[in-house]
């Protein structure tokens, strides 16, 4: 019995001392302060002086002596592209098309092809019929759901949301 409970006794003193060591090895005394990560974006820019004559480093001028002096800044012919910059607008949710019970029952099929104007939070501002089906009812249903079931991302240059178009064809095949 004395033997039984003496192992327990190591046993247990152990466990102690081996968590104490673990907790020891895994939490420094010292934690350094985090740092926040910075990050260098490059936007090439070209600058285009017109004066013939340009303003020295020691002469002071006013703002209008340098908007006379410096006669445009010009964005590059190829922007660099931010990370998350999208050039059109995505489908983020898409939802199943319906056929409707009359098309079915006329035994009507076709093509449906539509521009979605977007706004620059993604809602959708406009839809235009590029192509009909030639029935209304498969055109409408079309035009019903992409409306009020789809989402989208808009169109982002430069990480700024912008207003975009996105063209979506669907074809009604019985």
Avoid: C
């Amino acid at each position: 019995m004395t033997f039984r409970l003496s192992r327990h006794y190591v046993s247990l003193g152990l466990s102690v001392f081996l968590h104490v060591i673990f907790f020891a090895i895994s939490f420094p005394q010292s934690i350094p302060p985090a740092q926040p990560e910075s990050q260098l974006v490059s936007i090439p820019v070209n600058v285009v002086i017109t004066s013939e004559n340009p303003i020295a480093d020691n002469q002071v001028t006013s703002t209008s002596a340098l908007k006379h002096n410096i006669a445009s800044i010009e964005s590059p012919e190829s922007i660099v592209p931010m990370p998350g910059d999208r050039e059109s607008p995505q489908i983020t949710h898409r939802s199943r098309i319906p056929y409707p019970k009359s098309a079915i029952n006329h035994d009507w099929e076709g093509n449906v092809t539509i521009a979605v104007h977007l706004t620059s939070s993604g809602q959708v501002k406009t839809i235009k019929i590029i192509r009909s089906s030639g029935h209304s009812v498969l055109d409408e249903i079309f035009v019903k759901t992409v409306r009020d079931q789809f989402k989208f991302k808009p169109r982002r240059i430069q990480g700024q949301n912008q207003e975009g178009v996105v063209k979506l064809s669907h074809k009604f095949i019985l």
